[in-house]
């Protein structure tokens, strides 16, 4: 039975040993993706549309 690393080096089975992208890449691309998607949220600051939207309970019409 192979090991769960060795089945996913599979889709990069096209590319030389030396440019397959190793775990720490990986990891390096989803800490980017969070700091990415932190500071957008700190740029664009939509707090009153989540609030408004997600948190308070909006009256129904009558």
Sequence with gaps: MTSPAAAGNGLFKFLRPKLRPQSTDIQAAAGWGVAAVTGA????????FLRKTFIEKQEEEK
């Design 41 to 48: 949220l700190w740029v664009i600051q939509p707090w009153d």
